[in-house]
């Protein structure tokens, strides 16, 4: 099966760590996004990645690091300056540069922080 | 900022009923995509309609673009329980080089009664 997968799907973590969420996919696809989602709200930009060992802040990257050492993976840590990490954490991946291509959406990874 | 903003918040009819749902943005457009969340799930693309396109059509998917009034519309014509979901427009602004990024609007809640 072809797609993206996402781990863990529920994440709890105590004030003052970081974290990591998981983000791979098989789909051979060259841009990689990661998006938040809070309750009733649409989603917004974190990071995103069009190539291997290159990234690009999205509209809400404080607080956020991301790597993309391989084209599969491309893996969000949350760190301790995110002042209110909790939310609904979706990734998504896209073929190609053109704009009229679809992004494809994992099923999210859940994060409190206790 | 939130490029689309989606009218109405929350929708609820009866089976069998057309849903309408409308999107409209701020800034010029490259296209426009419609996409559906599950509740706690990712998101799964409906239809893209590009800048230069008034209409069009997958199945019971009907989506306009009024480019002058900065507007769309997503239609679903004799809806079923199984439509019950979150619809979000996502726009891909003009000139974007930012991994083609989507922005968001904030969602319409459809709940289709049986």
């Known amino acids: 099966d072809g797609g993206i997968t996402q781990s863990p799907k529920y994440l709890f973590r105590k004030e003052g760590q970081n974290v990591t969420l998981s983000c791979e996919q098989n789909l051979n696809h060259d841009a990689m996004y990661w998006y938040r989602q809070d309750p009733g709200q649409g989603l917004r930009l974190i990071y995103y990645?069009?190539?291997?060992?290159?990234?690009q802040k999205g509209d809400i990257a404080e607080g956020y690091s991301v790597s993309r050492e391989k084209k599969e993976s491309f893996p969000l840590t949350v760190t301790s300056a995110q002042k209110n990490p909790t939310a609904f954490y979706l990734c998504?991946?896209?073929?190609?540069?053109?704009?009229?291509?679809?992004?494809?959406f994992g099923p999210g990874t859940r994060l409190t922080v206790l | 900022s939130q490029q689309g903003e989606e009218d109405p918040q929350a929708l609820s009819i009866q089976e069998g009923e057309n849903a309408t749902m409308n999107c409209s943005y701020k800034t010029s457009i490259n296209n426009l995509q419609w996409y559906r969340q599950n509740s706690g799930r990712g998101l799964v693309h409906l239809i893209l309609i590009r800048s230069n396109e008034r209409e069009k059509h997958s199945g019971r998917l009907r989506v306009t673009l009024d480019t002058s009034k900065k507007s769309s519309s997503l239609l679903i014509t004799a809806s079923r329980a199984a439509d019950t979901a979150s619809y979000f427009c996502?726009?891909?602004?003009?000139?974007?080089?930012?991994?083609?990024?989507?922005?968001f609007g904030g969602g319409t809640r459809l709940m289709v009664k049986p």
């Open positions: 998504a991946s896209k073929k190609g540069r053109s704009s009229y291509n679809e992004q494809f």
């Open positions: 990645s069009q190539i291997v060992n290159d990234f």
């Open positions: 996502a726009t891909v602004l003009v000139g974007s080089n930012a991994g083609n990024m989507l922005t």
